[in-house]
């Protein structure tokens, strides 16, 4: 059988609940010898568990905490200085943030003419030295044209 899981005979028992008794305070002596103990006594709570074994224990009450001091005054005017220069700062941020947008945004636009001329250029470049064989064109292949005036024929 697993420890975990509960036997047949105490699923049979009936499951006992005991309440805590409270214990009478401790009565003062009248000429202490030694060092007193305090006049309450806190109340032992025992607890039957399902599985048969007791846990004792002490009722604990809960310390309130201490309050919290106040807090001096601080004036209007420090503050309104205060949230004056931080608003001065981010306005001085976002400044600095728009111009380095504007710069790079011009930049990209540059590169986009150069690129775009560069393309351009190669493309009126192809058009002028290619060897297409149009008739009427104004580039001629320099070579066979002399050889056609001197009448070089091979």
Known sequence: MHPDQPSRLAAERAIEVHHPTPIPPAVPMAAPLAHMQPG????????????????????????????VAPKPAVSRTAVNVALGGIGFLAV?????????????????????????????????????????????????????????RNHFHR
Do not use: M
């Not at 109340?43 to 201490?66: C, F, K, M, N």
């Open 40 to 67: 309450h006594v806190p109340a032992v709570a025992s607890v039957v568990l399902p599985d048969g074994r007791v846990v004792t224990g002490y009722a604990i009450t809960h310390t309130q905490p201490e309050p």
């Open 92 to 148: 001085c941020g976002g400044l600095l943030l728009l111009t380095t947008f504007i710069a790079a945004l011009a930049a990209l636009v540059q590169q986009l003419i150069i690129l775009a001329a560069v393309i351009f250029g190669g493309w009126i470049a192809a058009q002028v030295f290619s060897a297409s064989g149009h008739q009427g064109a104004t580039t001629v292949n320099i070579r066979k044209a002399v050889i056609k």
